[in-house]
């Protein structure tokens, strides 16, 4: 069957084998716009490494610190704490304010989802 166009009543009639072809490419890219606007939302990737040490249990404190390569002692500098604190945290001896988790996060460019 031959692609003829019938301009007059706007209609284009094809072989419904090339109608099939061209459904499935839109269907792809499609798929790509929706894969490519899903991807915006995520802010950062990381490491399967990485997330395999928190889902086996690590602290998610010192699993960040030492991904972002801040020793406790800046940390704790930077979220206004002392060293010892960051230590207990790392260690789980500490149940921090949420003020001060919140602070940590941030300073380690983190949810807090990801280090509680």
């Known amino acids: 069957m031959q692609t003829t166009y019938d301009i007059e009543n706007g209609f284009v009639k094809i072989p419904v084998e090339e109608f099939e072809k061209i459904q499935e490419r839109l269907e792809d890219q499609l798929d790509e716009i929706a894969l490519r606007h899903s991807l915006e939302d995520v802010e950062e990737f990381y490491p399967a490494q990485l997330v395999e040490k928190i889902i ?38 500490s149940d921090s304010s949420v003020e001060t988790i919140k602070k940590i996060a941030s300073a380690l460019d983190v949810d807090v989802d990801m280090i509680i």
Do not use: D, P
């Not at 972002?68 to 604190?85: D, K």
């Open 56 to 93: 086996n249990g690590e602290n998610g404190v010192r699993v960040f610190r030492l991904y972002r390569g801040i020793t406790q002692n800046a940390l704790a500098e930077i979220v206004g704490i002392s060293q010892a604190m960051i230590v207990k945290i790392e260690n789980g001896q």
